[in-house]
């Protein structure tokens, strides 16, 4: 059981250019997220999908773009990459029990912009 | 939205020393929870608390939610090297689930 895999695990992109950051869980969970983790920030959230077919805005959504592509997968675009946008990249996915939300994340893309 | 404030940012301790981590807030929480990060990898859930009062025990591990559920704090007694890592407390349990973490503590317990 995989649980949420992410793609790639490390990646450099120069200012400007664009690529996608790829995750897929196989927990039959409905809600997925993507977060950024920053030095002395913690997790922000850019991105979540409730629901197949849906998505909104997190806290930090400017110069992203996602993709619920499918129950499993949820993907994050980068059109034009800047380098604020280097930092660590989380999937998670959760489905509710008993009234709370238990996330399961991915582990992790590190992304240099230079 | 939600502003998590965690205490102490970083903490260095020896082996067998206690610890208490803190997570408060001037908003009231529906949930908390509380993870464990690794370098390299992403959290992992140790525990979710929901009602005001609530003590959860996991080995070594106390948590506890305020009467109020305002805050929280973490206990660890007889810290172990194994016990190393970022902690982090998320409120949430709001719309479909979304979470605001805090910015974490650093712990680090030498041999």
């Known amino acids: 059981n995989a649980g949420v895999t992410q793609t790639p695990k490390f990646q450099v992109l120069k200012t400007g250019q664009s690529m996608t950051l790829q995750c897929a869980q196989d927990m039959n969970h409905n809600s997925m997220y993507w977060y950024r983790q920053d030095p002395g920030m913690g997790l922000r959230l850019i991105y979540y999908s409730a629901s197949e077919g849906t998505t909104d805005k997190g806290e930090v959504p400017n110069g992203y773009n996602v993709s619920r592509l499918n129950k499993r997968e949820f993907s994050l675009r980068l059109e034009s990459a800047a380098p604020s946008q280097t930092s660590v990249y989380f999937c998670?996915?959760?489905?509710?029990?008993?009234?709370?939300?238990?996330?399961?994340f991915g582990s992790g893309t590190r992304l240099t912009v230079v | 939205t939600q502003l998590l404030e965690q205490s102490p940012q970083f903490l260095s301790i020896q082996e067998g020393e206690n610890l208490t981590v803190y997570c408060n807030s001037s908003s009231v929480f529906s949930s908390l929870q509380w993870y464990r990060q690794e370098p390299g990898e992403g959290p992992v859930l140790l525990v979710t608390?929901?009602?005001?009062?609530e003590v959860k025990k996991l080995k070594r591990l106390t948590f506890q939610f305020g009467d109020a559920r305002k805050d929280s704090s973490l206990h660890i007694t007889a810290a172990q090297p194994g016990d190393t890592g970022l902690y982090l407390c998320a409120a949430g349990g709001t719309s479909y689930g979304k979470l605001t973490f805090g910015q974490g503590t650093i712990l680090t317990v030498h041999p």
């Open positions: 608390v929901v009602t005001g009062g």
């Open positions: 998670a996915s959760s489905q509710q029990t008993q009234g709370y939300y238990g996330y399961t």
